[in-house]
């Protein structure tokens, strides 16, 4: 005789109470506003310059003087004057070829050579590795105006007045904040997925550039974006390395150039000059603004 045992009715799950503090209640209304109205100061801080430079670009050397933070009220025609003024008297094309040329060369070099460094110093254990990454970060902290001059007699006497001289200086400046970002990326690598590599037999030249600077791609992009911005805003460097009467002075020394002496300045093309010197790194920001933050938080995981 089978007995049946009848199912016993489902309670009710009885709801919580959500403990006081435990959700998230978000920012309040007048916080927003605050925060908005923070946002939109550091905003106007930092655009304020550009949109002042930008103005002053098309006004007149009159209008410009009696009226530098209004908007230009006077012919277009005559602002524009400012630019073909400005690109006769610097020759600006050539400076911005030499721009090119000298940043992109830093770059490259910069990342390339940076990024071996930092891979080497972190696998390998040794005493003079740990004091060679030492160095590198010690270098962060030295101002550039105590070997300013041993940097300018130096370079005169290995003759480094030329492209290939300042991107062998601009890979000496830049390395230090360059290996220390390499570095902390690499630390945060499982060494098994290189000793996986070698056991598919490859060496360790072709670990490093078939698995390793792959994955270096996210520091590899912020430390490019960084030096680019630097080194193509750079002026104290090429001026005193170049000169001023160099052939391959570049943006920031033709516009110093436009200054004058005297007094003898046009305030107007110098204005419009400094516009078309900051298209080109601004527009490479934009672009590449989003890589920063994904490379600096991917080389922060391991100090």
Same mark, same amino acid.
């Given at each position: ?77 005559? &602002? #524009?004057? =400012? ?5 006769? !008297?610097?020759?600006? $094309?050539?400076?911005? +070829?030499?721009? /090119? ?57 290995? &003759? #480094?007045? =030329? ?5 062998? !200086?601009?890979?000496? $400046?830049?390395?230090? +904040?360059?290996? /220390? ?58 001026? #005193? ?63």
């Amino acid at each position: 005789m089978s007995t049946t045992t009848a199912a016993a009715p489902a309670q009710p799950v009885a709801k919580q109470k959500p403990v006081k503090g435990t959700n998230n209640p978000g920012v309040s209304p007048m916080g927003k506003v605050f925060l908005y109205i923070i946002l939109i100061a550091l905003t106007c801080i930092f655009l304020g310059p550009i949109l002042f430079v930008f103005m002053n670009s098309f006004k007149s050397k009159f209008e410009l003087s009696n009226n530098p933070f209004g908007l230009p009220i006077g012919d277009t025609f005559v &602002g #524009l004057e =400012n630019y073909a003024t400005g690109l006769q !008297l610097s020759n600006f $094309f050539s400076s911005i +070829l030499w721009s /090119f040329v000298i940043t992109i060369g830093s770059v490259a070099i910069i990342v390339m050579l940076c990024a071996m460094t930092a891979y080497y110093i972190t696998r390998v254990k040794r005493w003079w590795t740990s004091a060679l990454y030492y160095i590198f970060v010690f270098s962060m902290v030295i101002p550039f105006q105590m070997v300013m001059f041993p940097t300018v007699q130096v370079s005169s006497i290995l &003759g #480094l007045d =030329n492209p290939v001289g300042m991107m062998v !200086l601009y890979l000496g $400046f830049g390395a230090g +904040l360059s290996v /220390f970002m390499f570095a902390g990326f690499v630390k945060s690598i499982p060494i098994d997925i290189e000793e996986a590599a070698t056991i598919d037999g490859c060496n360790p030249v072709q670990t490093y550039f078939r698995v390793v600077l792959p994955m270096l791609k996210p520091t590899a992009i912020t430390v490019a974006i960084l030096n680019t911005m630097w080194v193509w805003n750079d002026f104290l460097l090429p001026n #005193l390395v170049l000169g001023p009467g160099s052939e391959y002075r570049t943006i920031p020394i033709v516009v110093q150039f436009l200054l004058g002496s005297n007094g003898n300045r046009d305030m107007g093309a110098l204005m419009a000059m400094l516009v078309l010197a900051i298209i080109p790194i601004v527009i490479f920001y934009i672009f590449m603004q989003k890589y920063i933050i994904q490379g600096v938080a991917a080389g922060a995981v391991k100090g």
